[in-house]
């Protein structure tokens, strides 16, 4: 099985700065990860995804982070605007089924 | 874009009803999920289906849930006797099987009163 765990339930930013959100994963042999943002009352959204032969993803202002040695998953957001804030999960894959973090709740201050 | 569509997008029912939860999956998408979020908690899984039949289910998903593919584009999510504690929102989710993330619907919120 696999199971996914989180580093921090909320972060809170300054507009204009980088927003680093952390990601566990227990499952060595978990080849795919995802990471979605979910807005209040909706449906998960994909961000940007990783495989496993890989160690580092950039998207537009978005990189995700692989580190398959501590079984750890990051995501990076540059100049986090008000318009990031939500709630961020990441997902790993076992096989054709995916298991989901908690989620961080991303807060952008003023 | 092609997207997963929910229908209803917010259903209320009493306690012991059965109801219904439609999806519509990506045309090419082989593989659909059902996954449940209570409000404030994470998004749990609850049964994937490939090959028109049940390929991985939860704990959670007994015997008071099933699932079909009842025509080349709808995929169900029906609960027997709804519980008190199955209010949540219900996320369908489709996936072409390879080399791609999987994809979210809008989800139902269902309430059970």
């Known amino acids: 099985g696999e199971s996914v765990g989180l580093h921090l339930p909320t972060l809170s930013v300054q507009e204009g700065d980088n927003s680093i959100i952390n990601c566990a994963y227990s499952n060595s042999a978990s080849d795919y990860f995802i990471w979605y943002k979910q807005e209040s009352g909706k449906g998960p959204q994909f961000i940007i995804d990783i495989r496993s032969n890989m160690d580092k993803r950039q998207g537009q202002r978005v990189t995700v982070l692989l580190n398959k040695t501590v079984k750890h998953l990051s995501l990076q957001i540059a100049a986090t605007q008000p318009g990031d804030s939500a709630v961020y999960f990441c997902a790993v894959s076992y096989g054709q089924n995916f298991v989901f973090g908690p989620g961080t709740r991303l807060s952008v201050l003023p | 874009e092609p997207e997963v569509t929910q229908t209803p997008s917010h259903q209320v029912t009493q306690m012991g009803q059965e109801v219904i939860l439609r999806c519509v999956p990506i045309?090419?998408?082989?593989?659909f999920y059902w996954y449940r979020q209570i409000l404030g908690q994470k998004v749990e899984f609850l049964v994937s289906?490939?090959?028109?039949?049940?390929?991985?289910k939860s704990e959670i998903f007994d015997d008071q849930f099933s699932v079909e593919r009842p025509d080349g584009s709808n995929f169900t999510l029906k609960i027997r006797s709804t519980k008190l504690e199955d209010s949540a929102m219900y996320f369908c989710a489709s996936f072409t099987g390879s080399q791609e993330t999987q994809y979210f619907g809008p989800g139902t919120r269902l309430l059970v009163l």
């Open positions: 045309s090419n998408h082989l593989y």
């Open positions: 289906f490939y090959n028109n039949e049940i390929s991985e």
